[in-house]
Antibody, heavy 121, light 109 residues
Framework: QVQLVESGGGLVRPGRSLRLSCAGS????????IHWVRQAPGKGLEWVAL????????YYADSVKGRFSISRDNSRNFVYLQMSRLGPDDTALYYC??????????????WGQGALVTVSS | QAVLTQPPSVSGAPGQTVTISCTGS?????????VAWYQHLPGAAPKLIIH???NRPSDIPDRFSGSRSGASASLAITDLQADDEADYYC???????????FGGGTKLT
């Protein structure tokens, strides 16, 4: 069955960096775009970033543009989210989610369980 | 501030029908970008319940239905059950922002 598993979350001080990983299994990850979506405590869902199936295109929410970078390694079925210059507003549960289409349809048919990132001194 | 506007909460009794609205603009829903809906239970991953405005994944009961008109969309849930208590989010794509956009979420009690 299709599975997405996030890892790499944790407590980080403001201004520091952190890298999240998303491992895909049960499907051919190289055929699908992957998104990152986050949910801050007590808030709604917020789209963060997207990478096309072949890694050729990346898009970001304005709130993270210039600080976050999404990449992928299709040989290992991983997608990464490199987060830098983190601030308290980046505290959230970060989900990776599979785009439902090929090449892309901009909605998500499978989600991981999330990785918690807490930015605090 | 979410790009798509949803009511913060709706409520209904078992067996009743509720409708959740999602209002966008001419750069997202009104630009003919499709709407998806997700059910989000506490401690669980969001679950896709409607895509392409009206389509249900095969494992979603037909008590859930979606519609779209102009720059707005709606999710209807009939024959409400206790298990339906959750947060519901609409989602689309915004041409001006060049980004995926969500509604602020609606808590169904």
């Amino acid at each position: 069955q299709v599975q997405l598993v996030e890892s790499g979350g944790g407590l980080v001080r403001p201004g520091r960096s952190l890298r999240l990983s998303c491992a895909g299994s049960g499907f051919d990850m190289k055929n699908y775009a992957i998104h990152w979506v986050r949910q801050a405590p007590g808030k709604g869902l917020e789209w963060v970033a997207l990478i096309w199936y072949d890694g050729s295109r990346q898009y970001y929410a304005d709130s993270v543009k210039g600080r976050f970078s999404i990449s992928r390694d299709n040989s290992r079925n991983f997608v990464y989210l490199q987060m830098s210059r983190l601030g308290p507003d980046d505290t959230a549960l970060y989900y990776c989610a599979r785009d439902a289409g090929s090449p892309i349809v901009y909605y998500f048919d499978y989600w991981g369980q999330g990785a918690l990132v807490t930015v605090s001194s | 501030q979410a790009v798509l506007t949803q009511p913060p909460s709706v409520s209904g009794a078992p067996g009743q029908t509720v409708t959740i609205s999602c209002t966008g603009s001419g750069s997202n829903i009104g630009a003919n970008y499709d709407v998806a809906w997700y059910q989000h239970l506490p401690g669980a991953a969001p679950k896709l319940i409607i895509h392409g405005n009206i389509n249900r994944p095969s494992d979603i009961p037909d008590r859930f239905s979606g519609s779209r008109s102009g720059a707005s969309a709606s999710l209807a849930i009939t024959d409400l059950q206790a298990d339906d208590e959750a947060d519901y989010y609409c989602q689309s794509y915004d041409l001006t922002l060049n980004a995926v956009v969500f509604g602020g979420g609606t808590k169904l009690t």
